[in-house]
């Protein structure tokens, strides 16, 4: 399909100072493939309905990628910020499945 090139957030805890940890979000960039690109729009209870996307992104994985997968909250694409939903290891790639709009703290 296409190529992507875009930041992926990590959720991580950082030590502030002695024996006070933070969670914060770092960045870093990867490209890969768009491997599935489709979008559903459902009515949910408010005034606005809601979207969400089901698209899927394979991204070539650095050691840092595959040793913290299971902290990769959002990625950046089209204009937003995406959350993902699961990330299935297929070495040396990582195929992401993004869910709706990432609305969590962003580096």
Do not use: C
């Amino acid at each position: 399909m296409g190529k992507f090139y875009g930041p992926i957030g990590y959720g991580v805890t950082t030590e502030t100072s002695p024996g006070v940890w933070t969670p914060s979000v770092e960045e870093k960039m990867y490209a890969g493939d768009i491997l599935q690109n489709n979008r559903r729009i459902s009515q949910g209870e408010s005034t606005n309905d809601n979207l969400d996307v089901s698209n899927r992104l394979s991204i070539l994985a650095d050691p840092y990628a595959l040793n913290h997968f299971h902290t990769i909250k959002y990625v950046k694409w089209l204009g937003a910020a995406w959350k993902i939903t699961t990330v299935d290891v297929q070495y040396p790639r990582l195929i992401l499945t993004i869910g709706g709009v990432y609305n969590g703290e962003t580096a």
